[in-house]
């Protein structure tokens, strides 16, 4: 006898009475009999939870299972995801917010002293050796309006910190030092907020110096592109001293100014959206968060989700340490109640039941798990080769474990390794997963990261694949150190290295009879050239490694193509490419011997 299967029906974590029917194809009146039948009273626009939702699937004969919303990853130079979805919003729901400021620049340049001169406390002098650590959240009132500001850390190695900053933003505020101008995370600051589509008002702080040289400065700034509006160009830059408290009239002006061009809007009743700022564990109070609200209304008592992390809200504070019951669209708050720290910049969401909240989580682990399963690092030649492609005799490592017990007999062994020729740096170490800050930080730095005990997690990974950045994972210490080691020594002699130039996305495939398959490809960074080699990622995977067989441009052989750039070429010997592959381009460089 065969038992007839029953039909799957996918639902949320929570639904109407209504919809309910909907899915099961079944009359309101039906749907409605069936819980009364199970002791629940309700009408047609009632809301029921998942489990309940499946009892009564599971009596009319269906199978129900939850529905897991995608998170999609952000890529740099699209607009945020969260602002993509709060333009999903119906436009009559939409209502004014507080514009997000976000503080970046180069460091000592004055974004703390600024920030705390236009609230008036004193943030800068408390901090350890005077850097931000982390970003601060702070909202002010400024006639009337509220402003939100976050505050970056302008240090070399905080790049992923200040990217999240300029991915949150509504407006950047770019403090540079009149004195000092324009210096490599000025640079890079503006990248982040032009990556993030964010307009720039520059501060130029330190006006109050005898040695400051504003005009020097917007020069250098207009060769950036941000040509002072003084000058006819369209960026705003506003003299201050965060010091002498002067300009700061004119900097609010010119932010709320900006912001008002920009419509910053959010609709409070709508899906929550949110990211977060930065956690911790506090031994006391468990894990504390910081979330900015993006858009929606964030309650006391919610249940989120975020990253591996999950829990239902036990508290919430404002900015001033005031508890608080809820929170709008551009409010920063700290919460209490998740059960694991979760990574900044991770999106959070809100669920309606916790097991749909455990379910998201389970869900994510095996996605990881599988990830983790199939990538898998490049050999220890390769990895130190491109290691060397930044030309440096400094191996610079980004260190992660699992748990401060680890850490430090780790470090203690590669203090051992015989550094009289390279230098062995730790950037950076940490417990807890390898996530994307590790991996954006060892990009800025050319790190490899190490692992120990611990695993990647899945955005990171991708991340990783996509800025070419090594990631080793070790469960026995003195393998680390003996890769290490070796590596080092493959370090000292090499005559020939392998350069990574440029890299490559496969759009489309055309298989010609007698010449093999061509891959139509798109260069999305840096460039490919005829003489070089090729490598095929496919999922973070390395499926083929070959030479160029040709390359072609519009038909015409060519000897290189430059980033935005489309192409058709091939691999010899090689034609399984499929559309999103991922190609590295390589070439063999002569290492000068010094
Ligand atoms: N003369 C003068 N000094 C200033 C001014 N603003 C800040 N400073 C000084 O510059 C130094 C750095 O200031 P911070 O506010 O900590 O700089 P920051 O940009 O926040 O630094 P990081 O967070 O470490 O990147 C401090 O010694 C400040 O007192 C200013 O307008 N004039
Ligand atoms: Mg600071």
């Given at each position: ?226 040509v002072p509006d003084e000058w006819e160009g369209d960026t705003m830059v506003v ?35 949110g990211t977060v700022i930065e956690a911790q564990v506090d031994r006391a109070k ?309």
């Amino acid at each position: 006898m065969s038992e007839i299967e029953k039909k799957k029906i996918e639902l949320p974590g929570a639904i109407t009475v209504r919809d309910l029917a909907k899915k099961a194809d079944a009359s309101p009146i039906q749907v409605i009999k069936v819980l009364m039948s199970n002791g629940v009273m309700a009408n047609i626009n009632q809301i029921v939870d998942f489990d309940t939702a499946a009892i009564v699937l599971s009596e009319m004969g269906f199978e129900a299972s939850l529905e897991i919303p995608e998170v999609k990853v952000e890529e740099v130079g699209e607009i945020p995801l969260w602002r993509r979805m709060i333009e999903k919003e119906d436009p009559k729901d939409l209502v004014s917010r507080p514009p997000v400021v976000t503080i970046l620049g180069h460091v000592d340049h004055g974004k703390t002293t600024l920030l705390d001169a236009i609230r008036h406390t004193d943030v800068a002098a408390g901090e350890a050796g005077g850097i931000t650590q982390h970003i601060g959240a702070y909202q002010v009132e400024h006639k009337k309006h509220r402003i939100t500001f976050l505050d970056t850390p302008g240090h070399a190695a905080f790049t992923a910190m200040r990217a999240r900053g300029a991915q949150g933003a509504d407006v950047v505020v770019l403090v540079v030092a009149a004195n000092d101008g324009v210096m490599p995370q000025t640079k890079e600051a503006i990248a982040h907020a032009r990556a993030a589509r964010v307009p720039i008002i520059v501060a130029l702080n330190k006006i109050d110096l005898p040695e400051a040289n504003p005009d020097r400065v917007k020069h250098q700034l207009g060769e950036l592109g941000l040509v002072p509006d003084e000058w006819e160009g369209d960026t705003m830059v506003v003299s201050v001293s965060a010091k002498k408290k002067t300009g700061l009239e004119d900097l609010m002006e010119a932010i709320l100014m900006v912001a008002d061009q920009n419509k910053i809007l959010a609709n409070p009743k709508g899906k929550v959206i949110g990211t977060v700022i930065e956690a911790q564990v506090d031994r006391a109070k468990g894990v504390e968060a910081t979330l900015l609200i993006q858009n929606g209304t964030l309650h006391n008592g919610d249940i989120i989700v975020v990253g591996l992390a999950s829990g239902k809200i036990r508290a919430m504070f404002d900015f001033h340490g005031k508890s608080i019951e809820q929170a709008s669209p551009s409010t920063p708050v700290q919460v209490m109640g998740l059960n694991e720290v979760p990574h900044a910049g991770e999106q959070f969401q809100i669920c309606s039941t916790d097991r749909e909240a455990r379910e998201i989580v389970e869900q994510r682990k095996l996605k990881l798990k599988e990830l983790a399963t199939s990538s898998h690092g490049s050999s220890l030649e390769d990895l130190f080769n491109r290691f060397q492609a930044g030309e440096v005799r400094e191996l610079n490592l980004v260190l992660k474990a699992d748990v401060q017990g680890s850490l430090e007999p780790i470090l203690s062994s590669l203090n051992g390794i015989d550094q009289s020729q390279i230098k062995i740096k730790v950037l950076h170490q940490e417990t807890g997963n390898i996530n994307e800050n590790d991996i954006m930080l060892a990009a800025a730095s050319k790190a490899i990261v190490i692992g120990f005990n611990i695993s990647a997690d899945a955005n990171a990974m991708r991340l990783a694949e996509t800025e070419g950045v090594s990631v080793r994972q070790y469960e026995i210490i003195y393998r680390l150190t003996e890769d290490i080691e070796k590596a080092l020594k493959g370090m000292l002699t090499p005559e020939k290295h392998e350069k990574s130039i440029g890299r490559a996305e496969v759009l489309a495939i055309f298989k010609i009879s007698k010449v093999g398959t061509i891959a139509g490809c798109k260069v999305t960074q840096g460039e490919l050239r005829r003489n070089g080699r090729l490598k095929v990622f496919r999922g973070g995977t390395l499926m083929h490694e070959g030479e160029m067989a040709s390359l072609k441009r519009e038909q015409t052989n060519v000897r290189e193509v430059r980033e935005g750039y489309e192409c058709g070429l091939r691999i010899k010997n090689y034609n399984d490419f499929q559309v999103g592959d991922q190609l590295e381009c390589t070439i063999l460089e002569e290492v000068p011997q010094e």
